[in-house]
């Protein structure tokens, strides 16, 4: 079974400095995707970015990127310029990529505090 | 496009009574999903249907929790009898079309809270 570990409870940045939240997994996959959401109080989960495992490239949103290390099943987020609206949970999710039951497996989540 | 609709948003029930969530997934979408978030974890998978088949019900608590999905396309969570433990965030959740390999991304609608007293 697969498993997402996020080690870091909470973090707290400064307005306009850069954060990064850590993840690792594990999985006898090789082929998978890898999701950040975001989840404000209002609970409502928002995807944040997504990372195909047999992509080599990080990908990037706006502010959000993604350092992707397949080799040791890492795979963190980087926060840029962060803002206010920042503040929330945040989660590593894992979804594998075969037998047709598609779903996502999440960590225990980070939170984040952006500070004034 | 109109996203995934819960309702009720909140939920207050004594514990031994029963309560039943539903959602209303994106239009067109194929897979939808029930998961249960405590607070301070993150959320773990319940149940999962294509259209009105079950893919995937390993984690549902059988024994009071129950869910369908009729025509493929709304879904009902029902708890009967509730448990203090109950007491969670029930978000469901949708994704397109099934096409295999594809990794779907999954939209999440506001989540019912429940609260088991």
């Known amino acids: 079974a697969q498993t997402v570990t996020q080690s870091q409870p909470e973090m707290s940045v400064q307005e306009a400095e850069t954060v990064t939240l850590s993840c690792t997994y594990d999985?006898?996959?090789?082929?998978?995707?890898l999701f950040w959401y975001k989840q404000p109080p209002s609970r409502q989960m928002i995807l944040v970015i997504r990372?195909?495992?047999?992509?080599?490239q990080n990908a990037t949103e706006n502010r959000f990127s993604v350092n992707f290390q397949k080799a040791a099943k890492s795979f963190s987020l980087k926060i840029s310029d962060s803002q206010l609206g920042d503040t929330a949970m945040y989660f590593c999710?894992?979804?594998?990529?075969?037998?047709?039951?598609?779903?996502?497996?999440f960590g225990k989540g980070t939170k984040l505090t952006v500070n004034p | 496009e109109a996203g995934v609709a819960q309702s009720p948003r909140y939920k207050i029930i004594e514990k031994r009574q029963s309560v039943a969530f539903w959602c209303n997934p994106i239009?067109?979408?194929?897979?939808l999903y029930w998961y249960q978030q405590i607070l301070g974890q993150g959320p773990k998978l319940l149940i999962q249907?294509?259209?009105?088949?079950?893919?995937?019900d390993s984690q549902l608590p059988k024994d009071r929790f129950s869910a369908e999905r009729l025509k493929g396309v709304d879904s009902t969570l029902k708890i009967q009898p509730a448990k203090l433990e109950d007491s969670a965030v029930y978000l469901c959740?949708?994704?397109?079309?099934?096409?295999?390999?594809?990794?779907?991304?999954?939209?999440f609608g506001e989540g019912s809270w429940l609260t088991v007293v």
């Open positions: 959740a949708s994704s397109p079309r099934f096409r295999r390999f594809s990794g779907n991304t999954i939209y």
């Open positions: 999985t006898s996959e090789s082929n998978y995707y």
């Open positions: 990372q195909e495992a047999y992509k080599q």
């Open positions: 999710a894992f979804m594998k990529h075969r037998g047709g039951s598609e779903k996502l497996v």
């Open positions: 239009s067109g979408h194929a897979t």
């Open positions: 249907f294509q259209n009105n088949g079950v893919v995937d």
